[in-house]
């Protein structure tokens, strides 16, 4: 009895670890410091789009959590929403109307595909609409980011900020 009390009590983290990857346990988050302080405030939304740069830590990027301030939420304008590969190849595109985008909270934008872990990935944020007190994303201060989280450009300008963001991972494979 001790004996097979033994094999039960080795098998039992493997057995673990495989119900964890089959049944799709292995959500992982990794969330930006975004604390409402100092470190934070808002960025404009134009046409030109402002450009994040991140670097995935895992294979399949499920979703983007984005904190966009829509004062006149009854605007006709569009938000617009894209992601590149290193090589500038698209992975993902869409636009949002600026009116379905709620004010004030973050908000989840479905991404749902691989990407490459490591490599290097940018996210265009615009907006086409009225412009004057139009969408704004809140931005926090370099210091503050995630080590995936690179650059931020504005204008084309190097930006001392970075899209407060929330990346939702999940792991493409199984085993």
């Known amino acids: 009895m001790r004996r097979k009390f033994q094999i039960y009590i080795l098998f039992l983290?493997?057995?673990?670890?495989?119900?964890?990857a089959v049944f799709g346990l292995n959500r992982i988050t990794a969330k930006h410091e975004y604390l409402i302080?100092?470190?934070?405030?808002?960025?404009?939304?134009?046409?030109?789009?402002?450009v994040q740069e991140f670097i995935p830590t895992y294979d399949?990027?499920?979703?983007?959590?984005?904190?966009?301030?829509?004062?006149?939420?009854?605007?006709?304008?569009?938000?617009?929403?894209?992601?590149?590969?290193q090589d500038g190849k698209t992975v993902f595109k869409k636009n949002y109307a600026a009116s379905q985008i709620p004010t004030g909270e973050f908000f989840p934008y479905k991404i749902g595909k691989d990407v490459i872990r490591g490599n290097?990935?940018?996210?265009?944020l615009s907006y086409i609409g009225e412009t004057v007190d139009g969408p704004q994303i809140?931005?926090?201060?370099?210091?503050?980011?995630?080590?995936?989280t690179?650059?931020?450009?504005?204008?084309?300008?190097?930006?001392?900020?970075?899209?407060?963001?929330?990346y939702y991972y999940k792991e493409s494979r199984a085993f």
């Open 13 to 20: 983290p493997l057995f673990i670890s495989v119900m964890w």
């Open 60 to 85: 399949y990027l499920e979703k983007l959590e984005l904190f966009i301030a829509n004062i006149y939420p009854e605007t006709d304008g569009v938000i617009m929403l894209q992601i590149s590969d």
């Open 150 to 166: 690179g650059n931020m450009y504005v204008s084309d300008e190097l930006s001392e900020y970075n899209m407060a963001i929330t």
């Open 37 to 50: 302080t100092k470190y934070y405030r808002f960025e404009s939304l134009t046409e030109e789009p402002i």
């Open 138 to 148: 809140m931005v926090s201060e370099v210091k503050k980011n995630l080590l995936e």
């Open 120 to 124: 290097v990935y940018k996210i265009y």
